[in-house]
């Protein structure tokens, strides 16, 4: 199912990206290069004296050096020091880190994301390119500035990250969203949208961008396998669909939570055998140029750094540089300079060791959010519950000693990311029987959803709303009934990122008090 | 003409901004608070425990401590060494700086920038607010996805910054350039431009934007007084204008050549004094909340950095912080840790003694590249060449010995900035007079100018063509007559910034000889 059960062309057998550029809008379309490129060229005559660039001089920096205390790769508590200074290559001097750049992001570290790319993704085209970016929110807001126009439908999961959203609602832009399954969008669900799209959505244009969170989907925490991904990508082909692969939990991939009862479930692997173990990226599909994928260092090295990077065709990446000359420039030159030094200091292997190193340390706090559930509520196989059709596991109480569980919420044990996404079941919950009988609600099941997480406040623990991930398909569209969901269920998201141990079980433990307490449970 | 010279009312006398709401653009209203804010604020809460924000944990950052040698202020070669590491007040730890911000950028810096812009450029409102940003190129980015529809004229010098256009352009805007003199846009010009809109441009809407670069311009270098701010900004009451103030070379604001002359030319004043010399900010004259100001510390401390911070209005900030959750997030926190290290070292006297320095320095520079322009070529005053109708200095060369002087170009001595922007004068050229002749050339201006550059770049010595600067008004606009820019003239742009002396007098030298040969000087 993982990486290395695809066979890997050579390079040179490779393909290059078909022309695409018909995806592009009449903004992106419309981007001039910069003239001061005609210029540029100039600059590296032999003996040149340039009185055109405005740039600062350098001597006049008040930063002379730096050094930083890092992480030594592997899982060790050891640490090392990096330095950055004015000796060295000119393009690793940190005065060229702190000037102006030229917009794709430094060289040496393009090309070291050029080669990881080609080492751990594979991509089934040869002339990907690589340009940097501020973080992943930038890079989709690039995105939707190449391809998208006002009111583009933009095909995504059934639950979607709400800042995607927020940038292009109100662009106009509408969400095709598409049944999901423990693996992610079903890929015959997608084929039906598309294929009847003129007949359910007439006088409207079929989407032609699919934005997916792939591993570790936010919020759902579900990774897509291989097969699915091919016949994703195939359909993609089918109906000339890009694919925006927005996937900054990629390392972040676990197994089962089954496995994680064996002897040592926390054991480093051999970096090849852990990179063979994780899903393939869209790019190793990718034969045609059609994937845009934004690559982030914001969970597998700090957020703060604001650093990641884009892998797409020449066509896609020549009119990114465009907007990123007009719309941001480059990245920090600090943030760019120190994740290099970092990187090579660690080497590409190096870096695979932190990143196995990392997933187990979220793997572990994925199992005790798991555990500690389990500690505090029934939790049972779905397949208990068939009535729900449910995935994954359920968490259920009971009303007295002895009686039949009652089913809570629901959840499919991560795979990725940071987040259990539950589903609760409120048709046997006494307040919400009331709050329906009453009937003044229009959407009872988020007005319970919401007293209940008021509740969950009251006694000291937060979860986010389910309702924050519903796609945007319009004004009419925001109800449960509206939207076509289960009657009488709501969600919420859990993170098991960012609290200790301790704080995850007495979280759990006021979240189950709060449950029982609603459910009338013993 | 200076700072000084206005009087300053007490704070608590100043009144808060009035409601300029109806500026915003139809996206910009639409953009939604982000959801989870209503989540932050429970966050807070005693003993809280937060399942819900999805935030990487900072124990898995890989940068630990990280240490800087940085400049001393004040012109002295003298170093310090400051520290960021996981110790002291929580907003200052690198675990925080390392970790999603929220988007206003670090609470210790924006309170530092607010104390900075009270001081330094007293604004004549009350409740105005800071937000950070990624550079300016980002900031006008947002504060034309802020305000401007398709197809807005935007008010501008007659010549201006290429990538502030690049960037709107391509959305079908169009420039409305003012006439300018040493001293930028007059209010004359634009009080016209304004009443006799509607007559001029049936059928279009009145622009309600002016975007400045009002110290030192860039391509013109030149500086706007006091009285014409004042005016100007009067104007902009009476037309609901809204300034935007891209102003990153506000402390490289220099005295006339003259006073350069004197014992002492680059002597650092009293920072009282330096601050007090500088003319004001628009901020100064903004009793309505009208301008919004672009601060970057690309000029001041380095571009690499990608810092910088709106001034603006509330309304204006909170829509602003709306664009920068979808579109950016924070600026880099590594530049925002170690900006706001240096500005606490240095305090803000201790900055401003910075600028006085770097002031100082580029001074030299442009006093070196006007003396350089006066070794190789004859530089007389303008008054000279009545017929010109030039103001500062004009270049000139002889046919002959003893023969009269043929003017060459006129520049009027930088005021602020890191540019000359020169006026090419062709009518006495010969090679100019045969292209013209011929009559090939629908714009011989432009042509000869090409052919010129060119010349010049054969030669080694690189200018800006001053084509990049002209406003873009639509393409039937292009060509010098169709701008109605004076016949037989053309503009280039050199910058004194970047060069060493002897490459800046070096290039000079080269500019000269091309400039003899071609006028076919002695």
Chains 1, 2 share one sequence.
């Not at 004004?475 to 098991?496: I, M, N």
């Amino acid at each position: 199912m993982g990486n290395a059960a695809i066979g890997c062309e050579a390079d040179q057998e490779l393909p290059d990206a078909i022309d695409l550029t018909h995806h592009l809008n009449v903004l992106s379309r419309s981007r001039h290069p910069s003239p001061l490129k005609d210029i540029i060229k100039f600059m590296g005559y032999d003996g040149m004296i340039s009185l055109a660039g405005g740039l600062p001089h350098p001597s006049l920096f008040p930063i002379h050096d730096a050094s930083f205390t890092v992480s030594d790769p592997g899982g060790s508590d050891s640490q090392s020091t990096i330095k950055l200074d004015n000796k060295g290559a000119s393009s690793q001097l940190l005065s060229a880190f702190l000037q102006y750049g030229n917009c794709t992001g430094n060289g040496e570290l393009r090309k070291w994301c050029l080669d990881f790319t080609r080492k751990i993704h594979k991509p089934a085209y040869k002339d990907y390119e690589i340009i940097l970016h501020p973080g992943n929110t930038n890079a989709w807001s690039k995105v939707v500035g190449l391809l998208c126009e006002k009111g583009d439908y933009i095909l995504c999961e059934s639950y979607t990250y709400p800042s995607s959203q927020a940038l292009w609602i109100p662009n106009g832009n509408l969400a095709a969203p598409i049944a999901m399954d423990e693996e992610g969008i079903l890929d015959t669900a997608l084929e039906e949208a598309l294929a009847t799209w003129e007949h359910v959505h007439p006088g409207t244009k079929r989407p032609h961008v699919l934005y997916l969170v792939s591993v570790g989907s936010n919020p759902t925490g579900v990774t897509m396998g291989t097969e699915r991904r091919c016949r994703i990508y195939d359909i993609c082909v089918k109906y000339d669909i890009i694919i925006v692969e927005d996937d900054p939990y990629y390392f972040i991939q676990y197994p089962d939570l089954s496995s994680t009862a064996e002897s040592e479930p926390y054991r480093l692997l051999p970096n090849d055998d852990f990179v063979s173990s994780l899903v393939p990226s869209f790019l190793r599909f990718d034969r045609q140029g059609r994937v845009i994928r934004l690559e982030s260092f914001s969970k597998t090295l700090a957020p703060g750094l604001r650093l990641g990077y884009f892998v797409a065709n020449p066509r896609f990446t020549e009119r990114l540089l465009r907007a990123t000359e007009v719309e941001t420039q480059d990245p920090s030159g600090l943030s760019q300079a120190v994740v290099l030094a970092l990187l090579e200091r660690w080497t590409t292997d190096g870096y695979v060791s932190w990143l196995q190193s990392l997933r187990l340390e979220y793997q572990r706090r994925r199992d005790c959010m798991v555990a500690a559930i389990r500690d505090n509520l029934d939790l049972v196989p779905a397949s208990e519950f068939p009535d729900l059709r449910a995935q994954g596991l359920v968490a259920a109480v009971r009303a007295a000693e002895g009686s039949a569980r009652i089913p809570v919420f629901s959840f499919v044990t991560p795979t990725g990311g940071m987040f259990i996404w539950t589903k609760f079941y409120f048709s046997q919950n006494p307040q919400y029987q009331a709050l329906k009988r009453q009937g003044a609600e229009s959407d009872p099941e988020q007005a319970f959803a919401s007293m209940l997480w008021a509740q969950f406040a009251e006694e000291l623990v937060l979860l986010t709303p389910g309702s924050y991930y519903h796609p945007w398909q319009g004004p009419d569209k925001t109800s449960t009934s509206a939207r076509g969901a289960d009657p009488d269920t709501s969600h919420f998201r859990l993170t098991f990122a960012m609290t200790t141990k301790e704080d995850m079980e007495l979280g759990i433990k006021r979240l189950a008090g709060v449950i029982q307490k609603s459910w009338g449970a013993v």
